[in-house]
């Protein structure tokens, strides 16, 4: 089989009141990324020829959403919800159009893998008409039972309402994921009968009106965190948590050193270079990329990407990050630039060797090689209507406690005086002091203090 001749239907109609939300069921984010978003990227990996993506109506939000990670997809409108059979024929436009195999993937169970996509494929290649993706849980209770005969081959899916003492007590059980390579798929779908306990249109059915038409059905087994179907708040945690996990695990394969795994947090797209280091309770946001040999310390708070800055966030090279940095969507940290603690970086440029070591804001700037930015600095970006640019200079000196209000240029090589409020521009190598001339009263204190005793003493 070619990808270019897999169409994947994916089902996303569900509008799942359990999450007691306002937000459809899909659209609820794992690692930064809505469930519906990790299943269609995890379907473009697979090099699907078409995708189609079914929703109930009144969904224009998952449509959307769907639309920004599969451009070319095709969207069906379940109207009436009547099972997943019927979510898959609700796509019949899109399916009678199709000549090749058919995967039918649901938004609501993210973590499925690209390699186990292509085992439940290879099965097709080996013969099957029907492949059916199992798992065995713990406890069964619940899921649909992968009946098998004595060959191997799949007999049918019983939903455990529908199931015979017998049938339930198999421990094999069905995620929903199937595969198709069937000369009239539409024909098997528009037999499916809905005499079953709900009342509803199983696409489990399947499997059974395939073999009465001669065709073979198998069972590919998958693990069990891949197949965890997300309905509740409870269920979307435990699937951020096999995330992180996956995630975490790679990271380390790949050179990376996490002081206390556990503790980390990482993106769908986080990008970690070899002899990177990370301490405890370190999070990562979208659009995060950290070159080879970063150190980033405690808490810290990275994230690159947001609906304004979509640019990505880069640390490059031997750069160390905090301990408690934040840096914002837009930051470029250069090589060998330290970003020390209580440091802000947004939208904002640090080329290398340059530092802000303590307590800074340096927000849609540039601060040029090897400049320092003292603690207390701040890059006064905004005015309550529009954001404006702060350049430092490569080698400048910002002192302690300053304010540049931006626009405000600071030339290369120039210094600004602790406790500066800087508004025009500062030549190169200049100095820019502004702050009040200090007075000093000698005496003053002590009789400041006798002059209050006396009152407090007549009360």
């Given at each position: 089989m070619t990808t270019s001749s897999l169409l994947t239907v994916v089902l996303a109609a569900g509008k799942g009141t359990r999450m007691k939300s306002a937000k459809p069921k899909v659209l609820h984010a794992i690692a930064g990324r809505s469930m519906l978003g990790h299943v269609l990227a995890t379907a473009a990996s697979l090099g699907a020829g078409r995708q189609a993506v079914v929703i109930g109506p009144d969904m224009d939000a998952v449509s959307a959403e769907a639309l920004r990670h599969a451009p070319g997809a095709s969207i069906a409108i379940q109207a009436n919800q009547l099972g997943t059979a019927d979510a898959v024929l609700a796509a019949r436009e899109t399916l009678a159009a199709h000549r090749g195999d058919v995967l039918v993937l649901y938004a609501d169970t993210p973590l499925i893998t690209e390699?186990?996509?292509?085992?439940?494929?290879?099965?097709?290649?080996?013969?099957?008409?029907?492949?059916?993706?199992?798992?065995?849980?713990?406890?069964?209770?619940?899921?649909?039972?992968?009946?098998?005969?004595?060959?191997?081959?799949?007999?049918?899916?019983?939903?455990?309402?529908?199931?015979?003492?017998?049938?339930?007590?198999?421990?094999?059980?069905?995620?929903?994921?199937?595969?198709?390579?069937?000369?009239?798929?539409?024909?098997?779908?528009?037999?499916?009968?809905?005499?079953?306990?709900?009342?509803?249109?199983?696409?489990?059915?399947?499997?059974?009106?395939?073999?009465?038409?001669?065709?073979?059905?198998?069972?590919?087994?998958?693990?069990?965190?891949?197949?965890?179907?997300?309905?509740?708040?409870?269920q979307l945690a435990e699937a951020e948590a096999v995330f992180q996990r996956r995630a975490r695990f790679s990271a380390m394969e790949e050179g990376v050193t996490m002081i206390a795994p556990d503790t980390v947090f990482l993106s769908h797209d986080t990008k970690l270079g070899r002899d990177v280091v990370i301490e405890p309770n370190v999070f990562f946001g979208p659009g995060v990329t950290i070159e080879d040999g970063v150190v980033i310390k405690a808490n810290c708070h990275i994230e690159g990407a947001d609906a304004k800055v979509k640019v990505g966030l880069r640390v490059a090279t031997g750069a160390e990050i905090g301990p408690f940095a934040r840096?914002?969507?837009?930051?470029?940290?250069?090589?060998?630039?330290?970003?020390?603690?209580?440091?802000?970086?947004?939208?904002?440029?640090?080329?290398?060797?340059?530092?802000?070591?303590?307590?800074?804001?340096?927000?849609?700037?540039?601060?040029g090689a090897k400049a320092n930015i003292g603690a207390g600095t701040i890059f006064c970006n905004y005015d309550g209507f529009?954001?404006?640019?702060?350049?430092?200079?490569?080698?400048?000196?910002?002192?302690?406690?300053?304010?540049?209000?931006?626009?405000?240029?600071?030339?290369?090589?120039?210094y600004v005086g602790s406790g500066s409020v800087i508004t025009r521009e500062v030549e190169a190598g200049a100095l820019a002091i502004e702050r009040s001339a200090q007075e000093s009263r000698p005496l003053w204190a002590q009789r400041f203090r006798e002059r209050m005793q006396r009152r407090k003493d007549r009360g």
């Amino acid at each position: 089989m070619t990808t270019s001749s897999l169409l994947t239907v994916v089902l996303a109609a569900g509008k799942g009141t359990r999450m007691k939300s306002a937000k459809p069921k899909v659209l609820h984010a794992i690692a930064g990324r809505s469930m519906l978003g990790h299943v269609l990227a995890t379907a473009a990996s697979l090099g699907a020829g078409r995708q189609a993506v079914v929703i109930g109506p009144d969904m224009d939000a998952v449509s959307a959403e769907a639309l920004r990670h599969a451009p070319g997809a095709s969207i069906a409108i379940q109207a009436n919800q009547l099972g997943t059979a019927d979510a898959v024929l609700a796509a019949r436009e899109t399916l009678a159009a199709h000549r090749g195999d058919v995967l039918v993937l649901y938004a609501d169970t993210p973590l499925i893998t690209e390699a186990t996509l292509r085992r439940l494929i290879a099965a097709l290649d080996d013969g099957a008409n029907v492949a059916v993706l199992g798992f065995t849980p713990d406890d069964p209770a619940g899921y649909g039972r992968l009946v098998k005969d004595g060959i191997g081959d799949l007999v049918a899916i019983r939903e455990e309402k529908d199931a015979s003492a017998d049938e339930r007590k198999i421990g094999l059980c069905n995620s929903g994921v199937m595969a198709f390579r069937c000369p009239d798929l539409l024909g098997i779908l528009d037999r499916i009968g809905n005499t079953n306990a709900k009342g509803e249109y199983y696409l489990t059915d399947a499997v059974e009106v395939a073999r009465a038409s001669h065709l073979r059905a198998r069972v590919v087994e998958g693990e069990a965190d891949e197949v965890l179907g997300v309905n509740s708040r409870v269920q979307l945690a435990e699937a951020e948590a096999v995330f992180q996990r996956r995630a975490r695990f790679s990271a380390m394969e790949e050179g990376v050193t996490m002081i206390a795994p556990d503790t980390v947090f990482l993106s769908h797209d986080t990008k970690l270079g070899r002899d990177v280091v990370i301490e405890p309770n370190v999070f990562f946001g979208p659009g995060v990329t950290i070159e080879d040999g970063v150190v980033i310390k405690a808490n810290c708070h990275i994230e690159g990407a947001d609906a304004k800055v979509k640019v990505g966030l880069r640390v490059a090279t031997g750069a160390e990050i905090g301990p408690f940095a934040r840096l914002r969507p837009g930051a470029e940290i250069g090589r060998d630039v330290h970003v020390g603690n209580f440091v802000e970086v947004k939208n904002a440029t640090m080329e290398a060797g340059s530092k802000a070591n303590h307590l800074a804001y340096i927000g849609d700037g540039h601060v040029g090689a090897k400049a320092n930015i003292g603690a207390g600095t701040i890059f006064c970006n905004y005015d309550g209507f529009n954001k404006h640019r702060t350049e430092v200079g490569a080698g400048a000196f910002v002192g302690s406690n300053s304010s540049l209000v931006a626009p405000v240029k600071i030339g290369a090589g120039a210094y600004v005086g602790s406790g500066s409020v800087i508004t025009r521009e500062v030549e190169a190598g200049a100095l820019a002091i502004e702050r009040s001339a200090q007075e000093s009263r000698p005496l003053w204190a002590q009789r400041f203090r006798e002059r209050m005793q006396r009152r407090k003493d007549r009360g």
